[in-house]
C-alpha cells in the first residue's frame, strides 16, 4: 500500500482545507486510516482515525473543526479543516493500521505513513 497525501497550503485563521490520501493498493478496506500532524519542534500526534464502516475519532484539540471520512471505493480518506487556528499549522501525514478498530498505537505500529503535506495557518 501506497499513501500519497495532498491538499496542504497556506490559509488564514478561520479558513477551511481539505486533505486528500489517496491509498493504492486493492485492500484499503482492511485498514483503519488515520491522520497526524507534527508542528515544528514538536512530536507527532495524531488528529484522526476512521475504521472501514466510517466509524471515526477525533483528538480533543480537532473535535468539533476537523472531520474524517472515507471513500472507499475511490481508496481515499480526507480530513476536512474547519476554522483553523494558527496552532494547527504543522505537516499532516497521512497513515493505515491493518485492523478494524482505532486504537492509537506507537508510532511504529503503522503500517503505512504518506509522504505529508505542509499546512500553514496565518494569524
Known amino acids: 500500500v501506497q499513501l500519497q497525501a495532498s491538499g496542504g497550503g497556506l490559509v488564514q485563521a478561520g479558513g477551511s482545507l481539505r486533505l486528500s490520501c489517496a491509498a493504492s493498493?486493492?485492500?484499503?478496506?482492511?485498514?483503519?486510516m488515520y491522520w497526524f500532524r507534527q508542528a515544528p519542534g514538536k512530536e507527532r500526534e495524531i488528529v484522526a482515525g476512521i475504521n472501514w464502516r466510517g466509524g471515526a475519532y477525533h483528538a480533543d484539540s480537532v473535535k468539533g473543526r476537523f472531520t474524517i471520512s472515507r471513500d472507499n471505493a475511490k481508496n481515499t480518506v480526507y480530513l476536512q479543516m474547519n476554522s483553523l487556528k494558527p496552532e494547527d499549522t504543522a505537516v499532516y501525514y497521512c497513515?493505515?493500521?491493518?485492523?478494524?478498530?482505532?486504537?492509537?498505537?506507537?508510532?511504529?505500529?503503522?503500517?503505512?505513513w504518506g509522504q505529508g503535506t505542509l499546512v500553514t495557518v496565518s494569524s
Open positions: 497513515a493505515a493500521r491493518k485492523s478494524n478498530v482505532i486504537t492509537i498505537a506507537p508510532m511504529t505500529e503503522y503500517d503505512y
Open positions: 493498493g486493492r485492500t484499503f478496506t482492511t485498514y483503519v
